[in-house]
């Protein structure tokens, strides 16, 4: 019979049969065994020996079994047990069983991230693992609960290692057998804290202004409408405040962007520390600001906010080799009387801002019905006048200048026979305004200071720029003979312009009585519904004419009539079908 077992298993039948004759120890063998058609089966192979009174052996009966279903399910249970073992000794997360919250297996990611060896980690309880201030046992009672309803347990929280330091870790529970949970729990644990910090990276560049270190646009709005919810369940007063920096741009210019940046920063410190630690300060773009001030006492209280952050902003900055001073213009909106909107309390507060501008810079405005009205009707004229340009449907009127001393016209006011230009744009930015005009009287562009007297000139930068024309705001000449002392101020502004070596010439003439005081002292050229009204081209042509044939001065009619033909053979005039708009000066 032992030739029929196969090879390998040919030594185990044998040392098992002189097993059993000579001690005579049981035969129980598994072995494989050819069957005929030359295949190997496994079989349990069970005999007995019988001996006589001498010791003979006389039978040796036995059984053969066949045990092939029952090896291959345990060499598939042996080869997936290993594969197990493979996996839990080299997964890329901590693993452990556990058992009454003991670890009794471990692999060696577990005990890596945990600070331990694997034999320091195992027999351990879970609560070395536990912050002090944890509660451990109310921890505990919430898991195994869970466990016993055969759900599984995972959350993301701080573990302790074994020097005492922190990682956050996520962590996964669940039982081998629900009814018994303490008797063996599976538990994965994942250290997450480079994912964390990863994320806490992407959210402050998501949230956070890199320059500044404050929250930006988006995260300001959060904050805002989460302050106005607040507000109106508690009956609040909330404010909003824009705030822009006066001229930053002339930093950037002068100093550079690096010396731009750093005030900024300390702007944004200097803000910061002006208001409470419950309210918000963020840069909303590059050189505005907003503030959030929650539970204010009333709507008042947000202007000595206002005047405190003024009064940080003007202190000096020290830089590397200069130093400067800033001021700010602010628009403040409050909750809830300018509304209950995120987005209308911005839009209100961005309209005082722009009204705190037009004041003067340097100040700050609270929001008024009035403005958003006029804020609404200024965006509806734009709209209009862009379909209107769009269609073709503006007509281009001229009003001519008259030379006070002959009555003869020296020209009209239309797009690029000369630029004019306001004196607040020049000290908006004088630095960059001035040497852009010089290039342009280079060109032979003559320049008009429009509106003066209702600014705030500097004579210095007059000085320094040779302005071809000064205009006179027509609201000193409109109250000629009045109580006012427009009649003192018009003769100054003359005398002024003439000693600079401008042309003069006052606006919005009327009656005879102020052409005849401008003409008196020495006003060169005016403008107004006294001569003429603004004209359409042909009218204004006509007018021309008329004006030289009786002054006999043809020269200038025939430029009149070249000029007018010309822009009347290119299309420059369209004939109006809803629009007629009154053309003046290009403005910049």
């Known amino acids: 019979m032992l030739d029929q077992v196969h090879p390998q298993d040919l030594p185990r039948a044998e040392s098992g049969l002189r097993a059993h004759f000579e001690r005579r120890a049981p035969y129980d063998v598994e072995i494989r065994f050819r069957r005929k058609d030359g295949g190997y089966v496994w079989v349990r192979a069970i005999g007995q020996g019988a001996w006589d009174a001498l010791g003979t052996l006389v039978r040796f009966s036995g059984s053969i079994t066949d045990i092939s279903e029952r090896r291959d399910a345990e060499e598939k249970t042996a080869e997936l ?25 471990s692999n060696a990611e577990l005990a890596r991230a945990l600070g331990y060896s694997v034999d320091e980690v195992i027999g351990l309880s879970t609560r070395a693992f536990f912050r002090p201030d944890d509660d451990y046992e109310e921890h505990g009672r919430r898991i195994y609960a869970r466990l016993a309803g055969g759900e599984f347990w995972q959350s993301e929280k701080e573990l302790l290692r074994k020097d005492g330091s922190r990682f956050f870790a996520s962590s996964r529970l669940s039982a081998l057998d629900p009814a018994a949970p303490h008797s063996g729990a599976v538990w994965v644990v994942q250290d997450i804290s480079e994912q964390r910090n990863a994320n806490e990276k992407l959210l402050q560049l998501a949230h956070y202004d890199q320059l500044t270190q404050l929250p930006n646009r988006v995260l300001f709005l959060d904050r805002l409408q989460s302050a106005l919810s607040q507000a109106q369940r508690n009956g609040w007063n909330a404010g909003v405040m824009l705030i822009d920096l006066d001229r930053f741009k002339l930093v950037n210019d002068t100093l550079g962007h690096h010396a731009g940046d750093a005030v900024l ?20 773009s590059g050189d505005e600001f907003g503030v959030i001030l929650s539970d204010l006492a009333a709507p008042e209280a947000a202007g000595a906010v206002a005047e405190k952050i003024g009064l940080a902003l003007k202190a000096p900055i020290s830089l590397a080799r ?10 403040i909106s409050v909750f809830p009387p300018d509304g209950a909107a995120a987005n209308t309390i911005l839009g209100n507060a961005d309209v005082a801002l722009y009204r705190a501008k037009q004041s003067g810079r340097d100040a700050y405005c609270f929001h008024t019905p009035e403005m958003s009205l006029k804020a609404r009707r200024r965006a509806a004229l734009e709209e209009r006048l862009r379909r209107a340009l769009a269609r073709g449907q503006f007509r281009l009127y001229y009003q001519p200048k008259v030379e006070l001393s002959s009555g003869r016209i020296l020209g009209v006011e239309a797009p690029l026979l000369e630029l004019e230009i306001t004196e607040s744009v020049i000290m908006e930015d004088a630095e960059g305004v001035i040497p852009t005009l010089q290039d342009l009287q280079r060109l032979g562009v003559e320049i008009s200071l429009d509106d003066f007297g209702t600014g705030y000139s500097s004579l210095g930068y007059l000085n320094r720029f040779q302005v071809d024309r000064l205009k006179i705001d027509r609201t000193f000449v409109s ?3 009045g109580a006012r002392n427009d009649g003192a101020i018009l003769k100054a502004v003359i005398a002024l312009g003439h000693q600079l070596g401008m042309k003069v010439l006052a606006e919005g003439v009327e009656t005879e009585e102020q052409r005849g005081f401008l003409a008196a002292h020495g006003c060169d050229e005016y403008q107004g519904y006294l001569f003429s009204k603004p004209l359409p081209a042909d009218a204004m042509l006509a007018l021309w004419r008329s004006v030289d044939g009786t002054t006999s001065r043809s020269g200038s009619s025939s430029f009149a009539s070249r000029f007018f033909t010309e822009k009347t053979s290119r299309g420059a005039m369209t004939t109006p079908q809803q629009y007629d708009t009154a053309a003046s000066n290009q403005r910049v």
């Open 81 to 105: 047990l290993s594969e197990l073992r493979a996996v839990f000794s080299s997964a890329p997360v901590g693993i452990a069983l556990l058992r009454d919250r003991r670890i009794v297996h």
């Open 265 to 284: 920063a300390e702007i944004g410190r200097r803000i910061q520390a002006a208001i409470r630690g419950s309210d918000t300060v963020a840069r909303l």
């Open 322 to 331: 200069s130093e400067l001073i800033v001021s700010a213009s602010i628009g």
């Open 479 to 481: 109250d000629l003979g």
